[in-house]
């Protein structure tokens, strides 16, 4: 049985192929352009889901770095202002060197006990003004309550933070206050996995805790003895002890030796906590340097990957696209051809 081929079937079926190979032609100029394998997930399913999933973890990847740059940047704030109590600065001696000061407290030349005292009640107010320090508009040792200001002293030179004097007894209300601020968590992810524990609770491993609490470091609450453990207060106090010893002799007045050894005593063991909180603070900066690293390496691997799956070779692309124009340039001239020959046999 034979077919008869008429001259619109032939040439709609020209057009038709026609269209597809100027569309080829496009498809190839635009993966030029692009450099992309595919532009939507039609053209390829299994590749645009894998290339989701890798985004999906880039962009997540990209949250972790924000959120420890800030912290690293809230940290290293804190710990530049704690260095300068610890190490002091042009005003105020460093803590090492109040220290050495009240090692020879018993026998000091003149009116060194007067001088001491202006440096020890300069120093605790140096430290109040450091622990007050901010970032981005965040008080670094508020704990969780970074829009206010942590440390301040109250109208009877008792010193406060967050509105609760830090020389409360253990068993007060005030007391349990700072105790539960002292304790606050603020988790942050960080790419550590952020996992909850069957109650809800989120696991301290999974994440990283931003709450820094300035009572933490100066201390907070009475010791054995009734006497403050922070360290601004102790210095404050013995300050103005010193501060009233006689200017050319130093000898104390009104019996204020025997305290002021003591002062002395436990302001050199809170020197040492202060010391050390320092130290502990410069260790979490370092944790989260590391982790800013791994974490940007993690993000430049996921991104080779992306581009190794939605990238198009160029010189590929190139070489498709120019087949793609021969094969549309070929295609006219057939279709010149078959134009040409079908008018020739209608006219005769």
């Known amino acids: 049985m034979a077919f008869r081929i008429t001259t619109n079937g032939l040439m709609r079926s020209y057009r038709t192929s026609l269209g597809k190979v100027n569309a080829k032609v496009y498809d190839t100029m635009e993966r030029v352009q692009t450099t992309r394998n595919f532009s939507t ?6 590749a645009a889901s894998k290339a989701f999933q890798l985004r999906r973890s880039y962009w997540r990847a990209q949250d972790h770095i924000d959120n420890t740059k800030y912290l690293l940047n809230k940290l290293q704030m804190g710990w530049s202002s704690t260095d300068a109590v610890v190490d002091g600065d042009g005003h105020v001696p460093s803590l090492d060197a109040i220290s050495t000061s009240l090692a020879a407290i018993n026998d000091p ?11 020890l009640i300069e120093k605790a107010e140096s430290v109040v003004m450091c622990m007050n320090v901010r970032y981005n508009d965040e008080f670094v040792f508020a704990g969780i309550d970074g829009m206010n200001v942590p440390f301040s002293w109250g109208e009877n030179g008792e010193l406060l933070y967050r509105g609760v004097d830090v020389s409360a007894a253990e068993g007060t209300e005030d007391f349990d206050k700072l105790q539960k601020m002292a304790s606050e968590t603020g988790y942050v992810d960080v790419g550590l996995g952020l996992e909850e524990d069957e109650n809800g609770d989120i696991i301290d491993s999974s994440a990283f805790n931003s709450s820094i609490a300035g009572i933490e470091f100066l201390g907070y609450g009475l010791d054995e003895d009734g006497e403050s453990k922070n360290l601004a207060v102790l210095m404050n106090e013995l300050g103005n002890i010193l501060m009233d010893c006689d200017p050319d002799t130093g000898e104390y007045t009104g019996g204020g030796e025997v305290r002021a050894n003591t002062l002395a005593r436990k302001i050199l063991d809170s020197v040492a906590r202060v010391q050390e909180q320092h130290v502990a603070l410069s260790s979490k900066s370092e944790y989260l340097q590391v982790n800013l690293e791994q974490l940007e390496n993690t993000q430049y691997t996921l991104n080779e990957e992306i581009a190794d799956l939605e990238q198009m070779d160029p010189a590929l692309s190139v070489t498709e696209m120019y087949w793609a124009q021969y094969c549309y340039q070929a295609a006219l001239k057939i279709g010149n051809d078959l134009v040409s020959q079908t008018l020739f046999d209608y006219l005769k």
């Open 41 to 46: 997930s039609a053209e390829d399913p299994a």
């Open 109 to 119: 030349i003149g009116g060194g006990r007067v001088l001491l005292g202006r440096d």
